[in-house]
C-alpha cells in the first residue's frame, strides 16, 4: 500500500460524552413514525444491510452452505426482495461460503484476530487475517485488544489495527469495538476515534458474545465519531452495529438515527451494515404483514 | 449486492381528532355549572396551525368573575376548608386519574388550541399536569407533617391568572396547590387556548369535586383585572409577562392579598469548554425550541466558551437542518405552529432588529405551511450583550449567540440581565458546575441538562422573572398563611 502510514499521536482528542443526554437523544429516534410506503422501504433497506451471521464454535460446512443459501433467497415466495449484504463467518469456514456463494454479489466477511476474545499473540492474528483473505474473504470483521486498551495502552490497539489494515489491503476492515466490555460511553467514543484514525473501514459494535451489545445508546456514540471524522476530513467511515439488534423496529430505529445524524448518503449498504442472526425473518414477517396485510406464523420464514 | 435508494422519508402520521369531544361554545364554570357571560359576549378561540376556528369561548366581565368569587368563597367557608384534610386529597386523586383517562383528548386538544407538537402534548405537557395533581393530592393530609411546628391555615380564595404556553399544565401548576392547602379556586386561562382548561373544568365537574371550590372563566385581560382587582380574593397567582406583572403589582399594593408572579426570562445557557459538546448542541435545541420557544424559562441566550464557539455553532447549524418544523399533529414534528398572529409578529419584529443591529442570521431552509403561523428556526451570531435581542424576551424560537473568555465573564454576562428565571450550565467538571450554579442569579439551574420539569421541584424567578416558588414544598407553601 502506498498510502502514508496513520500515527497514533494524530488521533484527535476524544469529547466527553455525557450518558444521560445520549439516552434523551436516543429516545427522540424511537418516535419517528415510520409506516406504509416508508415502513416497506425501511425494511427493504434492513434486508439489504444485514451481514447474515454465524459464528459458533460448532459451525460447521453444511450449516454454512445453507445459510450462505438462505443469504441469497430470503424468501423466494415474495418477488422483489434485496439479498443480504454479507454473510459473517469464522475463517475456518470461508472457503466453505466461498464455494456456496461462487459469483455472488453477496459478500463474505470474516472474523479474524482470534475473535471473539483477541487474546493471542499478534502475529497468530496475524496469520488469521492472512489466512481468511487468502480463503477468499471480501471483509474482515478484526477484534480490538479490550485487556490492552482498558490498562491504557491505546497506542499498543492502534498499532494493532493500522497493521490488519496493511494486510486486508483493499478488503475492507470493520473494526469490533466490543463496547459491552468498554463500559462507558467516553471509552466508546475513544476506540472509535482510534479505530477510525488507524484505518478502520467500518466501525463494528460487538462480537454478540458479550451483552449489552448494540444499543441504541453505543450506536448513536460511534455514529457521532463518524461524523465528527467526516467534518474533518471529508471521509466517510461505515458503521455495524451487531448483536441483539433481532427486531424490525429496533433496526428501523438505528436507520432513523443514521439518517438524522449522518445523512442519507450512509443509507445504503456500503456504509451501513447490521450484524445479526435472527434479524431477518422478523424484517420478512414485518415485509409480508406490509405487502398482504396479514402477519404469517414464524413457520412460513425458513430459519436457514 | 442490492444497492438501497439513498432517499428515505418518514410517513406523515397525523394524530387522530375524531375522539375529541369539542363544544361549539363554551360558557363560564361557576359553582359547578356552566353559566352563560352576562355580556353575552364570545370570542372564536382558533387552531394557529391553521387558522379554523375551533370554538366560542364565553367573554367574562366584571359582575361573571363577581359570580364566580362569591361561588369560590361560599365553598371555601362552608365545605372545603372545613373538610378533613384526607377527603380533599381523594378529590385531587380523583381529578389526577380522570386526567390521566382523558389523557389523549386533553393532548390533542392542547395541540389544536396552542399550535405545540403533539409529542410535546402528549409526552410532557398532559403527563406533568397529571403528575401535579397526584404529587400534590399526596401532600394534603400532611401538611402538618411538611411544615412542622406551625399552625397550618390556607388562605382562602385564591385568583389564578395564567399564560398561554402550557395552558393545561399551568392550570393544573396553579389549581393542585391550591386545593390541597384547602384554599378555592377562581382560575382565568389566557384567551388564545382557554380549551384546555375548560376541558379541565369538565373533568372537575366529572370528579363531583363540590361546587364552586374550582371556577374557571374566560376572558381577556379585563377579565383578569377584574380578578386582580376584587376585593374578596386573598391570593393572586400570575404567570405571564413582566409587563401585566408589574401591573398587578401595583394593583395589590396596600391590600391584603398575597401575590405570587412568575414573569418573563432571558435565561443564559452556559456551554464550557470542557463540555460534552454533542449532548450540549442537544441541549441548546432543546432550550430555545422547545415549544416554539415560547418558554419563560427557555435557554434564549447561549453563553460559548470561544475556544469551541466555532465547533458548538457548526454542529447547532447542522443539527438544526433534522428539525421537523409543520403540522403540531404530526407525530414527527420537532417545532409546531407560533401561538398566534401577535405573536409570530412580534417574533418577527426582533429578527428585523437583530438584522439591523448587525447581528449574523442564520435560519433552516426548511419548507412551512402557507396557513398558519409558522416560524423557522433562527439563531444569531456575532451579537453583543448590549444589542437588543439578547436582552428582550423574544418568546420565540430564536436564539442569540455570544462567547466568553474566562468563567468570571460568563457569570458576569449572565447575571447582567433585568431578568432571572433560569440558566443552564453545561460542563463534564462536577466543580466548575457547582461554582457557577452558585454564582448565577436564577431561580432555576439546569446542569448537563435543560428544561426539565418535575412537581416536586420548585420553580419561580428572581428580579423582573417574579417572586414566589410553584412546585415542591415552596409551591404549597405560598397557599398558606
Keep these: ?304 | 449486492m442490492t444497492e438501497s435508494t439513498n432517499n428515505w422519508e418518514y410517513a406523515p402520521s397525523l394524530e387522530g381528532t375524531s375522539h375529541i369531544q369539542l363544544k361549539k361554545r363554551y360558557e363560564l364554570f361557576i359553582d359547578g355549572k356552566w353559566v352563560k357571560p352576562s355580556s353575552n359576549k364570545y370570542v372564536d378561540s382558533i387552531n394557529p396551525a391553521n387558522e379554523e376556528k375551533l370554538a366560542e369561548i364565553a367573554w367574562a366581565s366584571e359582575s361573571d368573575v363577581d359570580l364566580a368569587v362569591k361561588a369560590a368563597r361560599k365553598a371555601y367557608v362552608e365545605v372545603w376548608s372545613v373538610m378533613k384534610p384526607s377527603e380533599r386529597a381523594k378529590y385531587i386523586f380523583r381529578i389526577a386519574r380522570l386526567m390521566q383517562e382523558h389523557a389523549r383528548e386533553l393532548a390533542v386538544i392542547e395541540t389544536l388550541d396552542g399550535g405545540k407538537p403533539i409529542r410535546e402534548s402528549r409526552d410532557i405537557d398532559v403527563p406533568l399536569a397529571c403528575n401535579h395533581f397526584f404529587y400534590y393530592a399526596g401532600w394534603a393530609d400532611k401538611l402538618q407533617d411538611a411544615f412542622p411546628h406551625r399552625n397550618i391555615q390556607s388562605i382562602g380564595v385564591a385568583g389564578q391568572i395564567i399564560p398561554w404556553n402550557f395552558p393545561l399544565l399551568m392550570a393544573a401548576w396553579k389549581i393542585a396547590p391550591a386545593l390541597a392547602a384547602g384554599n378555592t379556586v377562581v382560575l382565568k386561562p389566557a384567551e388564545s387556548t382557554s380549551l384546555t382548561a375548560l376541558k379541565l373544568a369538565e373533568i372537575i365537574e366529572a370528579s363531583g369535586l363540590p361546587a364552586g371550590v374550582v371556577n374557571i372563566i374566560t376572558g381577556y385581560g379585563d377579565t383578569g383585572a377584574a380578578i386582580v382587582n376584587h376585593p374578596d380574593i386573598d391570593k393572586i397567582a400570575f404567570t405571564g409577562s413582566t409587563a401585566v406583572g408589574k401591573m398587578i403589582q401595583k394593583a395589590v399594593a396596600g391590600t391584603r392579598k398575597k401575590v405570587s408572579l412568575e414573569l418573563g426570562g432571558k435565561s443564559a445557557n452556559i456551554v464550557l469548554e470542557d463540555a460534552p459538546i454533542d449532548q450540549a448542541v442537544e441541549g441548546i435545541v432543546n432550550g430555545i425550541f422547545f415549544n416554539q420557544g415560547h418558554v419563560c424559562c427557555a435557554g434564549s441566550r447561549l453563553y460559548v466558551q470561544e475556544s469551541i464557539a466555532d465547533e458548538v455553532v457548526r454542529k447547532l447549524k447542522l443539527r438544526m437542518q433534522s428539525l421537523y418544523v409543520g403540522n403540531p399533529l404530526d407525530k414527527n414534528t420537532d417545532i409546531g405552529a407560533i401561538n398566534s398572529k401577535e405573536q409570530l409578529e412580534t417574533i418577527e419584529k426582533y429578527v428585523k432588529i437583530g438584522i439591523n443591529e448587525g447581528a449574523e442570521m442564520f435560519q433552516v431552509a426548511c419548507e412551512i405551511p402557507d396557513k398558519g403561523f409558522y416560524f423557522r428556526p433562527t439563531i444569531f451570531t456575532n451579537v453583543a450583550q448590549s444589542s437588543v435581542i439578547a436582552q428582550e424576551e423574544i418568546f420565540g424560537p430564536v436564539l442569540t449567540v455570544q462567547t466568553f473568555r474566562t468563567i468570571d465573564e460568563v457569570i458576569q454576562k449572565a447575571n447582567n440581565s433585568p431578568y432571572g428565571l433560569a440558566a443552564g450550565v453545561w460542563s463534564d467538571k462536577g466543580s466548575r458546575i457547582f461554582n457557577l450554579t452558585s454564582k448565577l442569579r436564577a431561580g432555576v439551574i439546569w446542569a448537563n441538562t435543560y428544561n426539565k420539569f418535575d412537581p416536586a421541584s420548585p420553580f419561580g424567578g428572581y428580579k423582573e422573572s417574579g417572586f414566589g416558588r410553584e412546585g415542591g414544598l415552596h409551591g404549597l407553601e405560598a397557599y398558606l398563611k
Design chain 1, 1 to 304: 500500500m502506498t498510502a502514508q502510514k496513520n500515527q497514533f499521536s494524530e488521533v484527535p482528542l476524544s469529547p466527553t460524552i455525557d450518558k444521560v443526554g445520549v439516552e434523551e437523544r436516543v429516545s427522540r429516534f424511537q418516535t419517528r413514525s415510520i409506516k406504509g410506503p416508508s415502513k416497506l422501504q425501511g425494511l427493504s433497506m434492513v434486508l439489504s444491510m444485514i451481514d447474515l451471521t454465524t459464528l459458533e464454535g460448532k459451525d460447521t460446512p453444511n450449516k454454512v452452505r445453507q445459510m450462505c443459501y438462505k443469504a441469497q433467497h430470503l424468501h423466494d415466495f415474495q418477488e422483489g426482495l434485496p439479498t443480504v449484504a454479507a454473510v459473517c463467518v469464522y475463517p475456518s469456514m470461508v472457503s466453505v461460503a466461498r464455494e456456496a456463494l461462487k459469483d455472488s454479489p453477496i459478500k463474505i466477511a470474516s472474523v479474524s484476530t482470534a475473535f471473539p476474545s483477541g487474546q493471542a499473540p499478534f502475529e497468530v492474528k496475524k496469520i488469521d487475517t492472512q489466512f481468511a483473505i487468502d480463503a477468499g474473504a471480501d471483509e474482515i470483521d478484526m477484534v480490538i485488544s479490550r485487556g490492552k486498551f482498558l490498562a491504557g495502552e491505546h497506542e499498543f490497539v492502534f498499532d494493532e489495527i493500522a497493521a490488519i489494515k496493511e494486510i486486508c489491503g483493499t478488503k475492507r476492515l470493520k473494526v469490533i469495538l466490543e463496547t459491552g466490555e468498554l463500559a462507558t460511553l467516553d471509552q466508546v467514543r475513544r476506540a472509535s476515534d482510534i479505530a477510525i484514525h488507524a484505518g478502520a473501514d467500518f466501525i463494528k459494535t460487538s462480537t454478540g458474545k458479550i451483552q449489552p451489545a448494540a444499543t441504541m445508546q453505543v450506536t448513536y456514540t460511534m455514529l457521532m465519531a463518524i461524523r465528527d471524522h467526516f467534518d474533518r476530513t471529508g471521509k466517510m467511515v461505515g458503521m455495524k452495529p451487531a448483536g441483539g439488534i433481532s427486531t424490525s423496529k429496533l433496526a428501523l430505529h438505528n436507520l432513523v438515527m443514521v439518517k438524522e445524524i449522518l445523512g442519507e448518503a450512509w443509507l445504503s449498504n456500503e456504509w451501513f451494515r447490521f450484524g445479526a442472526s435472527s434479524l431477518a425473518n422478523d424484517v420478512l414477517m414485518q415485509y409480508m404483514k406490509q405487502m398482504t396485510g396479514k402477519y404469517q406464523s414464524a413457520d412460513y420464514f425458513m430459519i436457514d
